[in-house]
């Protein structure tokens, strides 16, 4: 328990820090926002170099995409499918426009709508924490991937996060995208 105390006051103090606004007592094993954001951002340059053979490497769930409580997922906007998705195999290659949340909330058109700024950007929605058996609020981050030939490739990556707003996320991928706000990318 004393441990959970020291890594909440460690969050904090980096929220602080780095002016984010975003401060939240996430288990050790949970993903950071920051990390979300640094996971997409190299994601989107991996495909950028590897094109569509890349895709085969974000399907495994032992993979670098896959950390913590998060993982990276791509899909084509343009072409309507899944392409890789680690802990759903079920959903590679299966239309996706129509998937909602618990809320009717169509995901992927948000998602789709979202990736399309040039910083990316952050959508909520509820979907199933890995291990944890039921729904939790997610807020993943989408960014497009330029793949030659292949228009609409986006990656994302969640948080499954009860407090963190859109507008703070966004604010949050703002200063990373600036290096003059975050040194630290």
């Not at 920051?34 to 997409?40: D, F, L, Q, Y």
Request: net charge positive; hydrophobic share 40%.
């Amino acid at each position: 328990m004393r441990t959970r105390t020291i890594i909440a006051a460690i969050t904090l103090a980096a929220a602080t820090a780095f002016g984010t606004g975003i401060a939240t007592t996430a288990e050790p094993d949970a993903a950071t926002p920051e990390e979300v954001v640094s996971k997409v951002w190299a994601a989107s340059r991996f495909l950028n170099e590897k094109g569509a053979s890349g895709f085969a490497a974000f399907n495994s769930k032992d993979g670098p995409w896959v950390w913590k409580d998060s993982y990276v997922f791509v899909y084509d906007c343009r072409l309507d499918r899944m392409v890789a998705h680690p802990m759903r195999p079920d959903l590679v290659g299966r239309p996706l426009m129509q998937i909602t949340d618990n809320n009717g909330k169509f995901i992927f058109k948000e998602l789709c709508k979202a990736g399309e700024d040039p910083h990316g950007g952050w959508v909520e929605y509820l979907w199933t924490k890995p291990g944890a058996g039921g729904v939790s609020r997610k807020v993943s981050y989408t960014k497009a991937a330029d793949i030659a030939f292949s228009s609409g490739i986006q990656v994302a990556a969640g948080v499954y996060d009860d407090k963190a707003s859109v507008a703070d996320l966004t604010k949050l991928t703002g200063k990373m995208a600036d290096p003059t706000k975050y040194p630290a990318h």
